[in-house]
């Protein structure tokens, strides 16, 4: 489906949280990480507009949550992931863009964990 979905924009974010879903975070520290991301969306204005991922939100959110064993969780699964893309060219292409720099790919996990917080706010 991520292939067929490349025409639509940027996969590296869902590659990245789909790569990160075994991330260890404390339920209260990610909670609280995702607020503070969103209350710096709402600063900024309509903090359900569209975000990207070189949003000032997502670079604190991904500040706050980076640890080396997260980053190392992350390519991890980013890495399994590039194991089952073969004959995916899309797909293939953005996993080796974030294998090839770990910051982007950390960033793109937070930018995919912060839509993810935005998603569960529009439907409360």
Do not use: C, K, T
């Not at 604190?60 to 980076?66: I, K, M, P, Q, Y």
């Amino acid at each position: 489906m991520l292939e067929e979905s490349s025409d639509d924009g940027d996969l590296r974010p869902g590659l990245a949280f789909l790569a990160g879903h075994e991330i260890a975070f404390e339920p209260a520290e990610l909670n609280a990480a995702r607020r503070r991301a969103m209350f710096l969306l709402a600063a900024g204005g309509d903090p359900h507009r569209e975000i990207e991922l070189g949003d000032r939100a997502v670079d604190v959110l991904a500040d706050e949550l980076d640890r080396p064993d997260r980053r190392a969780e992350l390519v991890r699964g980013l890495e399994s992931l590039q194991r089952m893309a073969e004959g995916l060219p899309d797909v293939s292409r953005a996993l080796s863009d974030l294998l090839d720099d770990d910051s982007i790919a950390w960033r793109a996990y937070a930018y995919a964990a912060l839509v993810e917080a935005l998603s569960w706010s529009a439907e409360a």
